[in-house]
C-alpha cells in the first residue's frame, strides 16, 4: 500500500546542482523518519542525511555543507538539495522512511532509487 517514488536525479557537471525528492503515497500512517542513502559501485550503501519527526538532521561528513535535506510533512515528502557537486557524489540514492500506524509496527521503507551522476 505503501510506496516512496523519487525523483530527480540525472547526469551533471561537477560544481552542479541537483534536487532529489521522494514521496510516500498512501494515508494513515505517521513519519518517525526520512532520510537518504547512497550505494557507489563496489561499495556498501551509506548514510548521505536523515531528518527525524521532532529531531536534527544528521548528515555525513561527506556531504556536510553541499547537501540540504528538508521535508514537507503535508506531501509527506522529503527532498534534497545537492549542490557543488563531485564527481565522488556519483551513486544511486534512495529513499528511506520509518513510518507506522495504530494498526502496524514501524517499518523501514524504500524508494527505488535514483541515478545520480557527476561527470565532465
Known amino acids: 500500500q505503501v510506496q516512496l517514488v523519487e525523483s530527480g536525479g540525472g547526469l551533471v557537471q561537477p560544481g552542479g546542482s541537483l534536487r532529489l525528492s521522494c514521496a510516500a503515497s498512501g494515508s494513515g500512517f505517521s513519519i518517525y523518519a526520512m532520510g537518504w542513502y547512497r550505494q557507489a559501485p563496489g561499495r556498501q550503501r551509506e548514510l548521505v542525511a536523515t531528518?527525524?519527526?521532532?529531531?536534527?538532521?544528521n548528515y555525513a561528513d561527506s556531504v556536510k555543507g553541499r547537501f540540504t535535506i528538508s521535508r514537507d510533512d503535508a506531501k509527506s515528502t522529503v527532498y534534497l538539495q545537492m549542490n557543488s557537486l563531485k564527481p565522488e557524489d556519483t551513486a544511486v540514492y534512495y529513499c528511506k522512511a520509518v513510518l507506522g500506524s495504530t494498526s502496524w509496527s514501524r517499518n523501514d521503507y524504500w524508494g527505488q532509487g535514483t541515478q545520480v551522476t557527476v561527470s565532465s
Open positions: 531528518i527525524p519527526t521532532g529531531g536534527r538532521t
